[in-house]
């Protein structure tokens, strides 16, 4: 007990400054080689500001150097995030200043190395990126799951504040740094007091607690949450939120080294607006409707459901941190260069033309939806992956041209449709056709969010081939159904049923089971719809997605909203595009001249070497002259 307690003693006598300092230390020997050090640095002395002895980066510093667009204008958002990530593992001390240490800690939690130091903070870093944007509101303390609609249309009105870089905030913040009090509620994102304390379980930070427990300081960790914001009491502006998706659409298929100007060239209106309906698209799966920010509960089970490689693009944005220009690696001797010290991969040299992250754009799938698809699916089996197998505006909307162009692709593959909301009394004998084929809607449509033309876009990710399928269905475990417009949400394969896809002369089935060689007396003629299913007629004209929240299908219902719907739509595009690379292109053409073969081969009869012995076999059997003709004399 005495050495427990003297262990104790000398955690709380141990100031924040010095293991931050020992953390920023072992960050530095740890997470980089040698050489990433030294570019690290040349690149912070390079750029930095002086004050009274001590080098900081502004923030526009920052934002110049990682060529934030100022169109888009997150400059201030990302700001905010590095001077709280800054303060890591303390969020008391938080703005921090960025000097040397706390620009390493930002960069080794934005590239995801602190693994190698902080063993049980692997995993996750989105509860701290969270914290790093959510502002807390007092008001929203205590009704933050269900605000009344007063305080909804109160918040709304006000202006978010933003983050206050003048000096003499700069000042405030260094007189925190050096372990001076303050109440943090002045700065945009900075937290104040929160109510209700002492009814609320303590809020642990898994990495914080990791970087102190390699400190042995887990005891100052426990003193430091005193000052730190409950986060179920903090929210993200929603208007923040949005600026940070569009950047984050921007810089998803960047590769380390990548200039992000050149991706921020193409930022011209047209594009702007196409980002900003993209983005409200995810925003609204959080249903901003209802909240006037988003909330930690909303966020911790969105992203890891529907958005799991959300923040992806932020590692080789500031892996940017580790290549200094004025470091010419040519110029240095061999002989003073260690075998160890190896700098990181460069994709692309600065004046390198990059290749096209789409062959080409189709009536559904742009750069800005493929960014959003690479939200859930890796970008590295999207970005220069993908191929156009199938694009209906060009081959025809048939089930045939479906087969003849999709069918030979031996690699998974992306289903896009695109359509507009049917009204729900059929009109023309299209439509009541194809409402008589279903059974009679019982679900009301799904949210609109921002879109008011009823327009939608569903899709799956298929992980097998396709091909005609009869008993039974096809697919894998990592098949996704999901929908990106108007709303967000990717519904995962389940294992109670495994009625993936179907392809039959009915249409086809995503969740939905195959459909039955012949009417049984006694059972409906209709359509057999899943749980959570996407059906395409056979005439590729009408679609219908249908959500039952019971689930018990193929695919897991929505882990946010628990209510049931159906959208039926009149199909307006169709497209189906292959991933992979030139390999899988190759196979199928392969598979094509293949067949091409076979088909020729068929189309051919040769005759034999005795001509008159193959005409006679072939009279014989009636097929040639007039000798084979059947029925007998009239007479």
């Given at each position: 007990?005495?050495?427990?307690?003297?262990?104790?003693?000398?955690?709380?006598?141990?100031?924040?400054?010095?293991?931050?300092?020992?953390?920023?230390?072992?960050?530095?020997?740890?997470?980089?080689?040698?050489?990433?050090?030294?570019?690290?640095?040349?690149?912070?002395?390079?750029?930095?500001?002086?004050?009274?002895?001590?080098?900081?980066?502004?923030?526009?510093?920052?934002?110049?150097?990682?060529?934030?667009?100022?169109?888009?204008?997150?400059?201030?958002?990302?700001?905010?995030?590095?001077?709280?990530?800054?303060?890591?593992?303390?969020?008391?001390?938080?703005?921090?200043?960025?000097?040397?240490?706390?620009?390493?800690?930002?960069?080794?939690?934005?590239?995801?190395?602190?693994?190698?130091?902080?063993?049980?903070?692997?995993?996750?870093?989105?509860?701290?990126?969270?914290?790093?944007?959510?502002?807390?509101?007092?008001?929203?303390?205590?009704?933050?799951?269900?605000?009344?609609?007063?305080?909804?249309?109160?918040?709304?009105?006000?202006?978010?504040?933003?983050?206050?870089?003048?000096?003499?905030?700069?000042?405030?913040?260094?007189?925190?740094?050096?372990?001076?009090?303050?109440?943090?509620?002045?700065?945009?994102?900075?937290?104040?007091?929160?109510?209700?304390?002492?009814?609320?379980?303590?809020?642990?930070?898994?990495?914080?607690?990791?970087?102190?427990?390699?400190?042995?300081?887990?005891?100052?960790?426990?003193?430091?949450?005193?000052?730190?914001?409950?986060?179920?009491?903090?929210?993200?502006?929603?208007?923040?939120?949005?600026?940070?998706?569009?950047?984050?659409?921007?810089?998803?298929?960047?590769?380390?080294?990548?200039?992000?100007?050149?991706?921020?060239?193409?930022?011209?209106?047209?594009?702007?607006?196409?980002?900003?309906?993209?983005?409200?698209?995810?925003?609204?799966?959080?249903?901003?409707?209802?909240?006037?920010?988003?909330?930690?509960?909303?966020?911790?089970?969105?992203?890891?459901?529907?958005?799991?490689?959300?923040?992806?693009?932020?590692?080789?944005?500031?892996?940017h941190f580790l290549f200094s220009k004025n470091i010419d690696l040519s110029k240095r001797k061999r002989s003073s260069a260690?075998?160890?010290?190896?700098?990181?991969?460069?994709?692309?040299?600065?004046?390198?033309?990059?290749?096209?992250?789409?062959?080409?754009?189709?009536?559904?799938?742009?750069?800005?939806?493929?960014?959003?698809?690479?939200?859930?699916?890796?970008?590295?089996?999207?970005?220069?992956?993908?191929?156009?197998?199938?694009?209906?505006?060009?081959?025809?909307?048939?089930l045939g041209s479906i087969e003849q162009k999709v069918f030979n692709w031996r690699a998974p593959s992306i289903?896009?449709?695109?359509?507009?909301?049917?009204?729900?009394?059929?009109?023309?004998?299209?439509?009541?056709?194809?409402?008589?084929?279903?059974?009679?809607?019982?679900?009301?449509?799904?949210?609109?969010?921002?879109?008011?033309?009823?327009?939608?876009?569903?899709?799956?990710?298929?992980?097998?081939?396709?091909?005609?399928?009869?008993?039974?269905?096809?697919?894998?475990?990592?098949?996704?159904?999901?929908?990106?417009?108007?709303?967000?949400?990717?519904?995962?394969?389940?294992?109670?049923?495994?009625?993936?896809?179907?392809?039959?002369?009915?249409?086809?089935?995503?969740?939905?089971?195959?459909?039955?060689?012949?009417?049984?007396?006694?059972?409906?003629?209709?359509?057999?719809?899943?749980?959570?299913?996407?059906?395409?007629?056979?005439?590729?004209?009408?679609?219908?997605?249908?959500?039952?929240?019971?689930?018990?299908?193929?695919?897991?219902?929505?882990?946010?909203?628990?209510?049931?719907?159906?959208?039926?739509?009149?199909?307006?595009?169709?497209?189906?595009?292959?991933?992979?690379?030139?390999?899988?292109?190759?196979?199928?053409?392969?598979?094509?001249?293949?067949?091409?073969?076979?088909?020729?081969?068929?189309?051919?009869?040769?005759?034999?070497?005795?001509?008159?012995?193959?005409?006679?076999?072939?009279?014989?059997?009636?097929?040639?002259?007039?000798?084979?003709?059947?029925?007998?004399?009239?007479?």
């Amino acid at each position: 007990m005495g050495q427990g307690h003297s262990d104790e003693h000398v955690a709380r006598n141990v100031s924040t400054e010095q293991l931050s300092h020992e953390l920023a230390r072992r960050f530095a020997k740890k997470c980089f080689t040698p050489l990433e050090i030294t570019h690290f640095k040349d690149v912070f002395r390079s750029l930095a500001d002086e004050q009274d002895g001590m080098q900081y980066w502004k923030e526009e510093t920052l934002c110049r150097f990682l060529v934030i667009p100022d169109a888009l204008g997150p400059g201030p958002l990302i700001y905010q995030m590095a001077t709280y990530l800054g303060a890591f593992p303390f969020p008391s001390l938080a703005p921090s200043i960025l000097t040397i240490e706390a620009l390493l800690k930002v960069v080794v939690i934005m590239t995801e190395r602190y693994g190698t130091v902080l063993k049980r903070g692997r995993a996750d870093r989105n509860k701290l990126l969270f914290r790093s944007l959510a502002v807390f509101d007092r008001r929203m303390s205590s009704v933050y799951e269900k605000p009344t609609q007063e305080l909804l249309d109160s918040v709304r009105d006000e202006k978010l504040e933003k983050v206050d870089t003048s000096d003499a905030v700069l000042e405030e913040a260094r007189s925190q740094a050096a372990g001076e009090e303050s109440s943090q509620s002045a700065l945009g994102f900075a937290i104040d007091k929160p109510a209700n304390d002492e009814d609320e379980e303590e809020d642990d930070d898994e990495l914080a607690l990791a970087a102190l427990d390699s400190l042995d300081a887990i005891e100052v960790f426990k003193f430091d949450q005193r000052a730190d914001t409950k986060i179920h009491h903090a929210q993200i502006p929603v208007d923040n939120f949005r600026r940070l998706l569009m950047l984050l659409l921007v810089i998803a298929p960047l590769d380390s080294q990548e200039s992000l100007s050149k991706h921020a060239e193409r930022l011209n209106p047209k594009r702007i607006e196409s980002l900003r309906q993209v983005a409200d698209s995810i925003l609204w799966s959080f249903t901003p409707e209802q909240n006037a920010g988003i909330f930690y509960h909303s966020f911790n089970k969105i992203i890891p459901a529907s958005l799991p490689y959300i923040f992806d693009g932020l590692n080789p944005l500031f892996e940017h941190f580790l290549f200094s220009k004025n470091i010419d690696l040519s110029k240095r001797k061999r002989s003073s260069a260690p075998a160890q010290m190896t700098s990181p991969t460069v994709h692309q040299t600065a004046d390198a033309p990059l290749e096209p992250l789409l062959p080409r754009e189709g009536d559904i799938l742009n750069l800005d939806i493929l960014s959003q698809l690479s939200f859930f699916i890796k970008g590295t089996n999207l970005f220069r992956r993908l191929r156009p197998l199938y694009l209906g505006a060009d081959a025809g909307f048939s089930l045939g041209s479906i087969e003849q162009k999709v069918f030979n692709w031996r690699a998974p593959s992306i289903l896009l449709v695109s359509g507009t909301r049917l009204s729900p009394t059929p009109k023309g004998t299209r439509e009541r056709s194809f409402a008589d084929t279903l059974h009679p809607k019982r679900f009301a449509d799904g949210a609109s969010g921002n879109n008011s033309h009823g327009k939608v876009i569903f899709g799956a990710y298929i992980d097998v081939p396709w091909k005609h399928t009869y008993k039974e269905a096809i697919g894998g475990s990592e098949m996704l159904l999901f929908q990106l417009s108007p709303l967000h949400e990717v519904f995962g394969a389940s294992t109670v049923s495994k009625d993936y896809l179907t392809f039959t002369k009915t249409g086809i089935g995503l969740g939905c089971p195959p459909p039955r060689a012949k009417s049984v007396s006694g059972l409906s003629s209709h359509t057999a719809l899943g749980p959570i299913s996407l059906l395409l007629d056979s005439s590729l004209e009408f679609g219908v997605f249908t959500h039952d929240s019971t689930g018990g299908g193929s695919f897991h219902p929505s882990t946010t909203r628990h209510s049931d719907w159906q959208d039926r739509f009149e199909i307006d595009n169709l497209e189906i595009w292959g991933c992979g690379g030139d390999e899988e292109a190759e196979r199928q053409r392969a598979a094509w001249a293949f067949e091409e073969r076979e088909a020729e081969a068929r189309r051919s009869v040769k005759m034999g070497k005795d001509i008159e012995a193959d005409r006679a076999l072939l009279e014989m059997a009636g097929l040639v002259g007039g000798h084979g003709n059947s029925g007998g004399s009239m007479g």
